[in-house]
């Protein structure tokens, strides 16, 4: 099959520690956290009281009055972010014909999808407050009918789908999107990612699994400690990270600017745990290798990593060893970060978080770094950026995610 250039000509943001491209951008620069107090129910007897939480967001200004009750905190998210995205890119979504509104599809990533909007539904049933509930509560709560919240915001009626991945949902929707304009399916596509899980059940469960930080409840700001030895779990977060993909002539065609290029997408699965990773890291490391490979640059091509890590000591240390493999003596070499020191771990939405870094800190010139690596873990001894942002050129760079049920995703990015 003949191929096509994909670009990202429009990006929108809302972070726990910045809401906006520019405030995001910002924020990772100056390695600033947006990680506090839950505020958005009372964490009282929780384990873990802090979370990484988008701050400001008016739901108002995104969802009717008569709708706010009936949808999730993701759907304003999504909308405000998504936004941003089109007007980056100076499409005008209110001025579009019937046939390009049929031209726009959207892919969606997403973990947790609506399980804020069950959650409060279900303590309405068993409280006995059920005529207060909404009667939308089942297709709300459907994980599917998220992008359906976008495209009729939008009007949008191409293709709307929803990859729910674990972890490697957003990353894995900016890979399907990519391939379908690549592969010319589809010419123009609104994809990225949303999670609004902090929400008291998530963090009960979390809890449970012990893999949530719980030793630095004092200093939220502290808490995410990806790569260092006295990290002791990931932080919840939440947000929104939306992208405007098209293909790269048309693009070009009507002036657009371009962020950079997608240029390859790789995917795979342990088959190993719920929960747990392949002590291996050989499934993460051939996600990346294919990735690479489908974009046709050898590993030492790749200026910076994006890293999934999410501050647990199993991921860290298999993230680095999945590395290893995948680019072997270059490795060394290159400097890669995670945002999630800044944010928390936003869940399905953690991809796009990562994209929309990447590509920012391209425009910009400069590495996002890992804050709060005061101790690195021997077995963590590559490149993360530690706690200051330096100056950098990227030509290249490889965005990665592992998630729940040993699935693996990858994208390479490139500027144009």
């Given at each position: 099959?003949s ?12 972070s726990p520690n910045?809401n ?6 910002r924020?990772?620069?100056e ?7 839950v ?9 873990v009281?802090?979370a990484?939480?988008v701050?400001?967001l008016?739901?108002a200004?995104w969802?009717g009055a ?5 949808v999730?905190r ?14 980056d890119?100076g499409i ?19 973990g947790?999808?609506?399980?804020e ?16 509930a ?7 709560g459907?994980?599917?009918t998220l ?5 009729m ?16 949902s ?6 399907q999107?990519?391939r379908?304009?690549?592969f010319?399916t589809g010419?123009v596509?609104?994809?990225?990612g ?8 998530i963090?009960e469960?979390?809890a449970?699994m012990?893999?949530?930080s719980?030793a ?9 400690r ?5 990290r002791?779990?990931?932080?919840l ?6 992208f405007?993909?098209?293909?790269l002539?048309?693009a070009r065609?009507?002036?657009a600017?371009?962020?950079?290029e ?5 995917a795979?699965c342990d088959?190993?745990h719920?929960?747990?990773l392949?002590?291996s ?8 290798t294919?990735a690479l490979?489908?974009a046709?640059?050898p590993?030492?091509?790749?200026d ?5 890590g ?5 991921n860290?240390?298999?993230?680095t ?7 072997g ?5 290159i ?12 869940q399905g ?18 590495l ?8 690195p ?9 530690a706690?200051?942002s330096?100056p950098?050129?990227?030509q290249?760079?490889?965005c990665?995610?592992?998630?729940f ?12």
């Amino acid at each position: 099959m003949s191929s096509r250039g994909v670009a990202i000509t429009g990006i929108g943001c809302l972070s726990p520690n910045g809401n906006g491209r520019e405030e995001y951008a910002r924020a990772l620069k100056e390695g600033r956290s947006g990680v506090g107090r839950v505020s958005l129910f009372d964490p009282e007897g929780l384990p873990v009281t802090i979370a990484g939480e988008v701050k400001g967001l008016d739901i108002a200004s995104w969802v009717g009055a008569k709708d706010i009750r009936h949808v999730s905190r993701a759907v304003p998210m999504a909308i405000a972010a998504a936004s941003e995205a089109f007007d980056d890119a100076g499409i005008d979504t209110g001025a579009l014909t019937l046939s390009e509104r049929r031209a726009i599809g959207v892919v969606l990533g997403t973990g947790g999808g609506g399980i804020e909007f069950s959650e409060r539904m279900y303590h309405l049933y068993y409280t006995n407050q059920i005529k207060k509930a909404s009667v939308y509560s089942i297709p709300s709560g459907t994980i599917g009918t998220l992008s359906s919240e976008l495209s009729m915001h939008f009007g949008l009626r191409g293709l709307s789908h929803v990859l729910s991945t674990g972890c490697a949902s957003s990353t894995d929707a900016l890979g399907q999107a990519f391939r379908a304009i690549k592969f010319g399916t589809g010419d123009v596509f609104l994809a990225g990612g949303v999670d609004a899980t902090v929400v008291r059940g998530i963090m009960e469960g979390f809890a449970m699994m012990r893999i949530v930080s719980t030793a630095r409840e004092g200093d939220p700001p502290r808490a995410s400690r990806p790569f260092s030895s006295d990290r002791d779990g990931f932080v919840l977060g939440e947000g929104s990270w939306m992208f405007v993909l098209e293909e790269l002539d048309r693009a070009r065609a009507r002036g657009a600017r371009v962020y950079g290029e997608i240029r390859g997408y790789g995917a795979t699965c342990d088959a190993h745990h719920r929960v747990r990773l392949d002590e291996s890291g050989e499934e993460p490391a051939r996600a990346m290798t294919l990735a690479l490979e489908e974009a046709g640059l050898p590993p030492e091509a790749i200026d910076y990593l994006a890293y999934h890590g999410t501050s647990t000591e199993l991921n860290d240390r298999v993230e680095t060893r999945a590395v290893r493999l995948a680019f072997g003596r270059a490795a060394e070499k290159i400097p890669g970060s995670s945002v999630k020191s800044m944010i928390g771990h936003p869940q399905g939405a953690c991809g796009s978080a990562g994209v929309a870094a990447t590509l920012l800190a391209m425009r910009d010139g400069f590495l996002p770094p890992t804050i709060n690596l005061d101790h690195p873990d021997p077995e963590c001894d590559l490149d993360y950026v530690a706690n200051d942002s330096r100056p950098g050129s990227v030509q290249h760079a490889l965005c990665n995610c592992i998630g729940f049920g040993s699935k693996n995703s990858a994208l390479v990015l490139s500027r144009s």
